[in-house]
């Protein structure tokens, strides 16, 4: 069974601080890896993505580091902000011709003031 | 655009009765896909589709059903209601590449078997 493991679980962060949360894989056939964001009662948005051939990338406060060889990509979130509390998810995406998104378990972050 | 649409947004079921879930998309997408949500478990595919006339399982199918006539419409059938079935059901599109892979989700349907 794939699976991308993600942790923590929950995630408390002062307001203007630096939120993290990570996120391994075991099949190294996985060629797309986005993260998404869900607000209660709503469906989860694309936050940002990543491919395996870059190690970095960065839109606005919002970063993903990504390590090949660990099998590893997390999400920094800098200066955190209360309207960025949320659940964050990280996925995967199938490789070799499958486009289906195997997802972490999620992460809930609230940010305080 | 109205993006994904999802009905209804709630429902309550008796434990053995049925119902369509329905989910309809604007964006003339190809692939259409049904995930449940329950809490701390993250997402589940159900059931997926790469275009009109053709679906596949995904890791949690038993209980349900879809077709797909059109490529707006990807509606899952649920026969026979369990209490298991009790969950958060998204539908998402998508018109994926080689290099990038947005779905765009519905607002969900919540539903409570009992």
Redesign the interface.
């Known amino acids: 069974q794939q699976q991308v493991k993600q942790s923590p679980q929950s995630l408390i962060v002062q307001k203007g601080g630096i939120s993290i949360i990570n996120c391994a894989y075991e099949n190294t056939a996985f060629d797309y890896f986005p993260w998404y964001q869900q607000f209660p009662g709503k469906g989860p948005a694309l936050l940002i993505a990543i491919r395996p051939d870059v190690s970095e990338k960065k839109e606005g406060r919002f970063t993903i580091s990504f390590n090949k060889s660990a099998k590893q990509f997390s999400l920094h979130i800098m200066d955190s902000q209360p309207g960025d509390s949320a659940t964050y998810f990280c996925a995967a995406r199938g490789g070799a011709g499958s486009y289906q998104l195997t997802f972490g378990k999620g992460t809930k972050l609230s940010v305080i003031p | 655009n109205a993006g994904?649409t999802q009905t209804p947004k709630f429902r309550i079921l008796k434990i053995g009765q049925s119902m369509t879930l329905q989910c309809t998309q604007d964006m003339n997408h190809n692939?259409m896909y049904w995930y449940r949500q329950d809490p701390?478990?993250?997402?589940?595919?159900i059931y997926?589709s790469?275009g009109a006339g053709i679906t596949d399982k995904?890791e949690v199918p038993n209980g349900y059903n879809v077709s797909r006539s059109t490529t707006e419409d990807f509606p899952l059938r649920l026969e026979l209601a369990a209490p298991s079935q009790t969950s958060v059901y998204?539908c998402?599109s998508?018109f994926?590449t080689a290099?990038?892979?947005?779905?765009?989700?519905?607002?969900?349907t919540r539903l409570l078997v009992l």
Do not use: D
């Open positions: 994904v692939y701390g478990m993250g997402l589940k595919l997926y790469v995904g998204f998402a998508s994926p290099y990038q892979e947005t779905q765009y989700f519905g607002p969900g």
